[in-house]
């Protein structure tokens, strides 16, 4: 009797990735597409920078108003019929984050480019349902990666609604 397979759709991706300074510990571009591929649910074309203080800090500032660098910053332009945009990770700040939270370094640049690939594709946290269903997107994935629940708790918003993340 022969069985009918499905093969999954592989979804298109063109992947950028920049260095404007090197992140000791920052993933390779084989990690990053990894974890781009895991989150993307369409079409995509993403560029992913990681950044020092100063830049994650203007970027911030501009575009948030907010007043310190942030781990990841989304900057999402399209997502019909292809997601384009751009993921920013400030290295500085993922080390420092990672260390104070006790977490592999690795570990927690692999969750903030999940975290940033799902923002691209419209996912978000400002309310407590979408938070809960993003966050939960988040913990699966990232565990397909092989990495642990990076909230480390059983608590679904252990840092706030916005789970300590920049958007």
């Known amino acids: 009797m022969r069985m009918n397979s499905v093969m999954p759709m592989r979804h298109e991706l063109r992947l950028s990735v920049q260095h404007a300074v090197r992140g000791v510990g920052a993933p390779l571009r ?3 597409l990894r974890a781009i591929r895991i989150a ?6 993403v560029t ?3 950044v020092g203080e100063a830049e994650g800090l ?3 500032q501009t575009f948030r108003h907010q007043h310190h660098a942030t781990n990841v910053l989304s900057f999402p332009y399209a997502q019909i019929p292809v997601v384009q945009g751009d993921l920013v990770l400030c290295a500085p700040v993922v ?3 990672a260390q104070e939270q006790g977490k592999e370094l690795l ?3 692999m969750h903030l480019i999940v975290h940033g690939m799902l923002h691209l594709q419209g996912y978000d946290h400002e309310n407590e349902i979408d938070a809960r269903i993003m966050e939960q997107r988040e913990i699966a994935l990232v565990a397909r990666l ?3 629940n990076p909230y480390g708790t059983a608590d679904l918003f252990p ?3 916005d789970g300590g993340l920049a958007g």
């Open 107 to 109: 570990a927690h640049y």
């Open 95 to 97: 080390a420092r984050e």
């Open 40 to 45: 993307q649910e369409r079409d995509a074309e």
């Open 48 to 50: 992913v920078r990681i």
């Open 58 to 60: 203007t970027l911030n």
């Open 146 to 148: 092989g990495f642990a």
């Open 159 to 161: 840092h706030g609604r």
């Open 30 to 32: 084989a990690q990053i």
